[in-house]
């Protein structure tokens, strides 16, 4: 199993603003993953995050609206930018064991 | 178009009865399943998978059931606990050709409240 520290764990910001989101894993990982919780609605993944070279983004993922730093093997940040009230969501990291995928404890943004 | 679905937004039992939470998947290349239980302001944590070579899997008081034919799985909680009251994600795993990693599809999950 993995711990995954993940601040903060909530915020509100202002539209046209930017929050950035840190993760930190206890052990080393190849990859971590980035997703989203939009209200009602499943988790999505946004990006995947290797060390050492650009994040691969999902469709409908940019990296100009979501860039993410992945400076080493143990820690990755996500920004969410120029932000809007449809960015309100929980966003999530994640590092994948062997068959189960572990999770931080989110962080709720509220944009107003 | 949702791969993964949970048609039951929210789902309320008694103590002691059996939960069950049903789950639909429509892509035949997922080759792993898995439950999740959310509770609020944490993340989702693993609870109990199934491999698609296998119909059940059981740890404790829950089991998982996996119907290939039909493309269904169930996870059944019994008895249940007020401490089970959480929402609970059924997820499908594909691994990713070459890369060494699989992709999780998320369905948009089931509220339980088990009811004292």
């Known amino acids: 199993s993995a711990v995954i520290s993940q601040k903060p764990s909530r915020d509100i910001c202002q539209r046209g603003t930017s929050l950035t989101i840190q993760c930190q894993v206890d052990?080393?990982?190849?990859?971590m993953f980035w997703y989203r919780q939009q209200p009602g609605q499943s988790l999505t993944l946004i990006a995947t995050?290797?060390?050492?070279?650009?994040?691969?983004?999902e469709s409908g993922f940019v990296i100009d609206k979501f860039p993410i730093s992945r400076p080493n093997l143990t820690f990755s940040t996500l920004t969410v930018s120029n932000l809007s009230p449809e960015d309100s969501s929980i966003y999530l990291c994640s590092v994948q064991g062997n068959t189960e995928a572990f999770f931080g404890q989110g962080t709720r943004l509220t944009v107003v | 178009d949702q791969q993964v679905k949970q048609n039951s937004p929210s789902l309320s039992v008694q103590e002691g009865r059996i939960s069950i939470l049903n789950c639909d998947y429509t892509n035949s290349m997922f080759d792993y399943f898995l439950w999740y239980k959310k509770y609020p302001a944490e993340g989702p944590t693993f609870l109990i998978s199934i491999s698609s070579i296998k119909d059940k899997n059981e740890d404790g008081r829950f089991t998982v059931f996996l119907n290939k034919s039909a493309k269904h799985l169930s996870l059944h909680i019994v008895p249940s606990q007020p401490g089970d009251s959480a929402v609970y994600f059924c997820?499908?795993?594909?691994?990713?050709?070459?890369?060494?990693?699989?992709?999780?599809?998320f369905g948009k999950g089931t509220k339980l409240s088990v009811i004292p």
């Open positions: 995050a290797n060390q050492g070279s650009e994040a691969t983004y």
């Open positions: 052990s080393q990982v190849t990859m």
């Open positions: 997820a499908a795993s594909a691994k990713i050709s070459g890369a060494g990693s699989y992709q999780l599809t």
